[in-house]
């Protein structure tokens, strides 16, 4: 069992590129969320899905967005990548009936 | 929307002393208060967790507690180890939602 994956590990991008993170679970988790962490500001919330097909904005969506096509995968776009988009990005999942989050490994994304 | 501030920032102690971290939090619909530890470069995890009906909660040399009225949380850490060094982080869900509001993360070193 993997738990929760993202992909890639790290990622180097050029500003105005496009980028899309993945993230994917396999604990048929219905509730997903992306978060980004920068030093001094702990983990904000950029969006989330409450079960497929459904998506909702966060504290921080400016400039990203997602898609929930099925229960597993939860990939997170930044169309037009900005120098400010640098950052630690973690993928997270909460099973029905529970409160915990369960957080993937991050991606550490660097654009220049 | 929810807002919860934690201090302190760092936090150094002797191995063997006792750790406390405070958080507060604006929202008094807020229900589930979750903490996270973060060792370098690892993923958020899960350590101990506290709802609304509870005013204390402990697990082994961990310990949360929950003043509603005040709308503060603290984690309770004795007998530190080496072992605890890490970022610590505090959270909050104001019910139905079950999104997490953070606290921008408390630094514990514990010194041998």
């Known amino acids: 069992i993997a738990g929760i994956t993202q992909a890639p590990t790290s990622q180097i991008l050029a500003a105005g590129r496009r980028m899309t993170l993945r993230c994917t679970q396999d604990?048929?988790?219905?509730?997903m969320y992306w978060y980004r962490q920068d030093l001094g500001l702990g983990l904000r919330l950029i969006h989330y899905s409450n079960t497929a097909g459904t998506t909702g904005k966060g504290e921080v969506p400016d400039g990203y967005s997602v898609s929930r096509a099925n229960t597993d995968d939860f990939p997170l776009t930044l169309a037009s990548a900005v120098p400010s988009q640098t950052s630690v990005y973690f993928c997270?999942?909460?099973?029905?009936?529970?409160?915990?989050?369960?957080f993937g490994p991050g991606t550490r994304l660097t654009v220049l | 929307g929810e807002n919860v501030e934690q201090h302190p920032s760092t936090l150094s102690v002797q191995e063997g002393d006792s750790a406390v971290i405070k958080c507060t939090y604006s929202d008094s619909a807020s229900n589930y208060f979750p903490w996270y530890k973060q060792e370098l470069g690892k993923r958020p995890q899960l350590i101990i967790d506290?709802?609304?009906?509870?005013g204390e909660k402990k697990d082994q040399r961990i310990a949360v507690t929950l003043n509603k009225t005040a709308k503060h949380f603290s984690l309770h850490i004795t007998e530190t180890q080496p072992e605890d060094s890490a970022v610590y982080f505090c959270a909050a869900s104001p019910g139905s939602a079950r999104q997490l509001t953070f606290g921008s993360g408390t630094q514990l070193t514990v010194l041998p």
């Open positions: 506290i709802r609304s009906n509870v």
């Open positions: 604990m048929r988790h219905n509730a």
């Open positions: 997270a999942s909460r099973g029905t009936g529970s409160d915990t989050q369960y």
